[in-house]
């Protein structure tokens, strides 16, 4: 039986990597002016998201709605759950997407996105940020989902070991 679940663990972690990512692209709805017009967006976003909707800033999509807000990322990448509270217009927004197309690649490598996980930081054009990053369809739904996808990710690695040793 073990040498079963070892093979189904394997299959199920090797399928993950073979179709596109697929995350959530969405920006919350007062933001869609400041993506047309702001200066501050364009030193940190790449583009915007597909959608603005009240609806992002829930923290989890709602199932009836979530396929409309669904992108397939360039392979390789991960899903970004980006949420910051806007100092100078005292407002707090979410932009979600596939991190390579929302961030540009400067931010990305300044923050640390590689490192799967939620990662907190100050930043001079928005104030207090958290930046959560995570590579299972759909997990920057809501911001527990992406701190849980690194360590399922890692525990289904360390099921694997040892049930293959």
């Known amino acids: 039986m073990n040498g079963l679940a070892a093979i189904a663990l394997l299959l199920a972690v090797a399928s993950s990597s073979t179709h596109a990512l697929k995350c959530y692209s969405c920006g919350s709805a007062r933001l869609k002016e400041d993506f047309k017009a702001n200066p501050e967006f364009k030193g940190v976003f790449d ?44 407002y707090e927004a979410v932009v979600r997407g596939c991190t390579q197309r929302i961030l540009l690649e400067d931010v990305a490598d300044l923050v640390g996105v590689e490192e799967l996980g939620c990662h907190e930081f100050m930043e001079e054009a928005f104030g207090k940020a ?36």
């Open 47 to 90: 583009r915007r998201p597909l959608n603005f909707t009240d609806q992002c800033d829930n923290d989890l999509i709602e199932v009836g709605e979530a396929q409309k807000y669904l992108e397939s990322c360039p392979k390789g990448d991960s899903c970004l759950r980006f949420t910051f509270r806007h100092t100078a217009k005292d």
């Open 130 to 165: 958290q930046l959560c990053t995570c590579k299972i369809d759909g997990c920057n739904g809501n911001n527990a989902a992406s701190v849980l996808s690194a360590s399922l990710f890692a525990t289904l690695l360390v099921a694997l070991s040892i049930a293959m040793s």
